[in-house]
């Protein structure tokens, strides 16, 4: 079974950074995509940012410029790293992924994690 496991949440003034990271473990062949997805109070969950395993990204208009994805494929494990924080970044941070889970590439794991809380004041 796959887990993903986030840290680096917590609270930090308005213009400030935070670093989150997504370690994942489990039987995993290969990355397909890691990424991070927020949902904050009364509004749907959202893309973020997503790395491929190829390293091409994609990220929120919100965000671009200020968040930065990452990838370590050895250690199967995402950063995103969150400058210039605004009110408005406030939410739970949910890491997502998909992973090949067997060497003939027949099996994909899809899932999030349990959510970090991220809180910007002003």
């Known amino acids: 079974q796959v887990q993903l496991v986030e840290s680096g949440g917590g609270l930090v003034q308005t213009g400030g950074s935070l670093r989150l990271t997504c370690a994942a473990s489990?039987?995993?062949?290969?990355?397909?995509?890691m990424g991070w997805y927020r949902e904050a109070p009364g509004k749907q969950r959202e893309l973020v940012a997503v790395?491929?395993?190829?390293?091409?990204?994609t990220y929120a208009d919100s965000v671009k410029g200020r968040f930065t994805i990452s990838c370590d494929n050895v250690k199967n494990t995402v950063y995103l790293q969150m400058n210039s924080l605004k009110i408005d970044d406030t939410a739970v941070y949910y890491c997502?992924?998909?992973?090949?889970?067997?060497?003939?590439?027949?099996?994909?794991?899809w899932g999030f994690g349990q959510g970090t809380q991220v809180t910007v004041s002003s």
């Open positions: 790395i491929t395993g190829g390293g091409s990204t």
């Open positions: 489990g039987r995993i062949f290969s990355i397909n995509d």
């Open positions: 997502n992924a998909e992973f090949v889970i067997n060497s003939r590439g027949g099996s994909t794991w």
